[in-house]
């Protein structure tokens, strides 16, 4: 099983790719995530990264996101973006995921509050992808950690607002990146709205 150190460097590296890519026109069109705008993932994904980052580096971490998220990005959303990605990789250098650390959630150790934000990365790079129509796979192993994570909790906990809409039902033959993003609530389907 994969650690969650290295998927959350995994992705990283899987959300800057289609970061790298986004088109500067394409910022303000809808995303999957319903009511949010292409900048609001990149600046709710942005936050999580930037917190975990000093969590990394114990310091106190600032859990105070922006209202839609993508207020908290500059002018620039790629650059931006690189300026968090960086040190993220940085702080993740030799981390002893096992070292406890405080969080707004209380006392944790590293490799249980990178777990959630691993996720995240991949769930949201697939968001980002759909909104230009680009196709990504989701790695086995991730989903593989992702439903050794979950597949334990409460479905209560799990399928909220604040983490996964209802699990949607899609063919026996999908994908098996399809399977995982229905997993998590979404269309695999899913198309942008036409833009005005």
Not at 32 to 57: N, Q, Y
Not at 80 to 109: F, H, M, N, Y
Not at 136 to 156: N, S, T, Y
Request: with cysteine.
């Amino acid at each position: 099983m994969m650690t969650s150190d290295c998927a959350y460097l995994k992705g990283v590296e899987f959300f800057g790719g289609i970061v790298d890519r986004f088109p500067d026109h394409c910022w303000e069109w809808m995303s999957p995530c319903e009511g949010w705008r292409a900048l609001d993932v990149l600046g709710h994904v942005g936050a999580g990264v930037r917190f975990s980052t000093a969590l990394l580096l114990n310091e106190k971490p600032d859990w105070q996101p922006a209202e839609p998220p993508g207020n908290a990005v500059g002018q620039e959303p790629i650059k931006w973006w690189i300026q968090l990605a960086g040190p993220a990789r940085e702080a993740l250098s030799g981390v002893d995921i096992t070292r406890t650390v405080e969080t707004p959630l209380g006392k944790r150790e590293i490799g249980r509050s990178l777990s959630f934000p691993a996720v995240d990365l991949f769930v949201h790079g697939w968001d980002l992808a759909r909104v230009v129509d680009v196709r990504v796979e989701i790695p086995g192993q991730i989903i593989e950690f992702a439903h050794a994570l979950i597949d334990p909790l409460p479905v209560a906990e799990v399928r909220s607002s604040r983490v996964f809409a209802r699990e949607q039902v899609i063919p026996i033959s999908a994908s098996p990146t399809d399977a995982f993003i229905a997993w998590t609530g979404r269309d695999p389907s899913w198309a942008m709205p036409a833009q005005i």
